[in-house]
């Protein structure tokens, strides 16, 4: 090697193989291999997710770089657990068990590959480890500290192969009740670590103070004005749900916090003497500093809600906080610290203090009827609020990642109908966008699912509001539209399910009748994502109101570029408008995102019921240039 192609770096190493894995291949080498590229590919995501690369994935070993010894040996514990739940469903004797070795130290990089000394303790930690087990370097470890919630047992000074000096050793304990401890290690603190202590519980102390400052003594706000209100406040207690700050150290748990919310959101919304405005518009204002008092009279409200959340492995730490912001006045804050496994019960407990701060009459049975969850395991749970995410991209990579935790969480709990009718509406939006291979397949699986759905959990807006899209696009129209009622009827705050109401009754040709709930929708959610404007472009298209329809589309595209929909309809448009450059110019960027787009695809496959809606739809198209 030269010092021309070579370079040496400080890199965290994470090392990991199979334990007995010749016993494996030996017992049923077919078997094997399915299970390893199943699990290699388990590894290499969450090592991706942790800001990590691959940079070896040969037989049974797998090697790995971070720049940050804390993410990899988050990527060590979180890989540790999915392989834990995955080997459950495997015979004893089948069951494959990582060693994980993690280590800090110097290594030689020459073009894509690593080598030296750091490698080779990382991969003589691995050999000491058990298997399903982790252990760390001195040097990494020193380097964690208390980071991460864990605990760690030191197994002394080990003599490795080909390494001259001992290497300080630790096995990792992922068992909550070790976290924060280190088993069999006595050593001198130094003065350092007395100053840093005695810092550490100075800024516990101030926290603890401002936490009290914050919740019970900070002075009221300034009162929002009704006359500046964007919106006329509705006749019943009015609440918005600012997004839950994510108090955590890894970013990655931003969708926990984010579905917290949603769901303190969805369990307000399903009572119907209760105005709750919807995710999306709360969700604009996600990590900006805004006022109380800007929030509801931006969204036309009188009482907003805000917190924070902490996730650790297997604990959550929840602040929540409501405000009336018309008299400026806080007038209900609390703090949970509990055990991850009560999280539902936590999220009733909260909604239940927000309607009663409202004085909204309502019991905890009848909240728990209105609003049903659809499961009770936590970890299923989970994989669909992160599911939720990638729906809401509104592109072929969300729905894919969508239709993939979706069916994950299924696989955990068989009956979470929640789970089945996303799942169905991955497939409706596969048809919508052109990516289904072949759109008949792509309908009948979604018209199972969402039935499936509504038979397991009947009481809930979601599952009708698929199943609505699935008549529509079987050119079922009546059914369709009847859906959408049973939609708006189980769930009268969801804006979704108005929109879907108007979106249905255009391609119904009563785009007249389809005004009043796409209003509604807007109230609901003053600040939509661009589906909801998509579908409010529709309305006025077919209404004839042009201008209005652009405006739309271009609000619908401006928040998501990617969208396939939005430009097809903005294309149709600008034609109908006689706007032929704009018109030609969304054609060329709908055939980059598909090239295999088509007049005869739309045709066939966008559901209206009079010929003559199609007809204004396609002409609109194909003075667009589309072919």
Not at 258 to 268: A, C
Request: charged share 25%; proline share 4%.
């Amino acid at each position: 090697m030269t010092t021309e192609d070579v370079k040496r770096k400080l890199s965290a190493i994470f090392s990991a193989d199979v334990q007995g894995y010749s016993r494996l291949m030996g017992d049923d080498e077919q078997a094997t291999v399915k299970t390893i590229t199943e699990y290699r590919k388990i590894m290499t995501d969450l090592i991706q997710v942790h800001h990590g690369r691959v940079v070896d994935a040969k037989g049974d070993n797998v090697l790995a770089e971070f720049s940050s010894v804390v993410d990899a040996l988050q990527a060590a514990v979180e890989i540790q657990k999915q392989v834990k739940v995955r080997n459950e469903d495997l015979p004893e004797n089948r069951r494959m068990r990582f060693r994980i070795g993690v280590n800090l130290g110097d290594v030689i990089e020459k073009a894509d590959t690593i080598y030296g000394d750091g490698v080779n303790i990382a991969a003589r930690l691995e050999s000491l480890a058990d298997g399903g087990g982790i252990c760390v370097s001195g040097t990494a470890f020193d380097q964690v500290g208390k980071k991460l919630p864990l605990g760690y047992r030191f197994m002394g000074e080990q003599k490795v192969k080909n390494i001259e000096k001992p290497v300080r050793v630790y096995k990792v304990l992922s068992e909550p009740e070790a976290a924060g401890k280190v088993i069999g290690e006595r050593r001198r603190m130094k003065m350092w670590q007395w100053t840093a202590i005695f810092s550490l519980a100075v800024l516990i102390a101030v926290a603890g103070a401002l936490s009290v400052w914050e919740f019970y003594v900070r002075p009221d706000i300034a009162p929002a004005s009704v006359e500046k209100m964007a919106y006329p406040l509705p006749d019943k207690p009015s609440i918005a749900v600012l997004p839950f700050d994510n108090m955590s150290k890894n970013p990655d748990e931003n969708y926990f916090a984010d579905g917290l919310t949603e769901e303190i959101i969805t369990g307000l919304a399903k009572v119907p003497d209760v105005f709750v405005i919807a995710r999306n518009s709360t969700f604009t204002y996600k990590g900006k500093p805004v006022k109380i008092q800007q929030v509801a009279e931006e969204l036309g409200v009188q009482y907003v809600l805000e917190g924070s959340v902490r996730k650790t492995e297997d604990r959550i730490r929840i602040t929540a906080q409501l405000i009336d912001a018309i008299n400026g006045k806080h007038v209900w804050a609390e703090k949970y610290d509990r055990s991850l496994k009560d999280i539902f019960e936590i999220q009733d407990e909260v909604t239940m203090k927000i309607l009663e701060a409202m004085h909204v009459n309502i019991t905890k049975d009848d909240l728990a009827r209105s609003c049903p969850r659809g499961t009770n395991n936590v970890e299923a749970y989970l994989k669909l609020i992160q599911a939720r995410e990638g729906a809401y991209h509104s592109n072929i990579e969300g729905i894919t990642m969508a239709r993939r935790l979706s069916e994950e969480a299924v696989a955990i709990d068989p009956e979470y109908s929640t789970a089945y009718s996303l799942i169905a509406f991955t497939h409706i939006l596969d048809i919508n966008y052109g990516s289904s291979k072949s759109p008949q397949e792509s309908l009948k699986k979604a018209f199972e699912l969402a039935q499936k759905s509504i038979a397991i959990g009947p009481g809930c807006a979601f599952p009708y509001a698929t199943l609505s899209f699935c008549y529509l696009f079987a050119r079922q129209h009546d059914k369709a539209i009847a859906a959408c009622e049973q939609a708006v009827t189980f769930d009268p705050n969801d804006a979704y399910s108005y929109a879907t109401q108007g979106f249905v009754l255009t391609y119904s040709g009563k785009a007249d009748e389809a005004m009043t709930p796409i209003e509604k929708a807007f109230r609901l959610n003053p600040k939509p994502p661009g589906l909801m404007f998509q579908w409010k472009g529709l309305v006025y298209f077919h209404n004839g109101m042009l201008q209005e329809a652009l405006a739309a589309y271009e609000k619908s595209l401006a928040l998501e570029p990617d969208s396939i929909p939005a430009r097809i309809r903005l294309a149709a448009c600008y034609g109908s408008m006689d706007k032929e450059d704009e018109a030609r110019a969304q054609v060329a960027a709908i055939l980059k995102l598909n090239p295999n787009l088509s007049l005869g695809y739309l045709a066939k496959t966008w559901p209206y019921k009079n010929q003559a809606d199609l007809d204004v739809f396609i002409s609109g198209l194909r003075k667009a240039g589309l072919k």
